[in-house]
Nanobody, 121 residues
Framework: QVQLVESGGGLVQAGGSLKLSCTAS????????MGWYRQAPGKQRELVAS????????NYADSVKGRFTISRDSAKKTVSLQMNSLKPEDTAVYYC??????????????WGQGTQVTVSS
């Protein structure tokens, strides 16, 4: 059973910080790109940040540039999102995403169950 499990969400005041983590487990051969998406009520899911397989390339939504930092630990199969200077508009359910190559079966895109981030004003 391959799964992505997120942790670290919660309630924080505007200007505060949170760190999200996501760990992949199961019969995984390798992990390509990993990323974080978010979905606010009534809105479409959007990319927040992504990181390449080697960690050498990152990509951020304009709305979070300079405030959020994505990182990964390939040995631990984890991806993290450090979120600083949080704003009420960052409130959303945050989802971990990864493209996995499995030991058996076809490769594919996997999602975590989501973790709620709420920023109060």
């Amino acid at each position: 059973q391959v799964q992505l499990v997120e942790s670290g969400g919660g309630l924080v005041q505007a200007g505060g910080s949170l760190k999200l983590s996501c760990t992949a487990s199961g019969s995984i051969f390798s992990i390509n790109d990993m990323g974080w998406y978010r979905q606010a009520p009534g809105k479409q899911r959007e990319l927040v940040a992504s990181i390449s397989a080697t960690g050498g390339s990152t990509n951020y939504a304009d709305s979070v540039k300079g405030r959020f930092t994505i990182s990964r630990d390939s040995a631990k199969k984890t991806v993290s999102l450090q979120m600083n200077s949080l704003k009420p508009e960052d409130t959303a359910v945050y989802y971990c995403n990864a493209y996995l190559r499995l030991q058996k079966g076809p490769p594919g895109e996997y999602w975590g169950q989501g973790t709620q981030v709420t920023v109060s004003s």
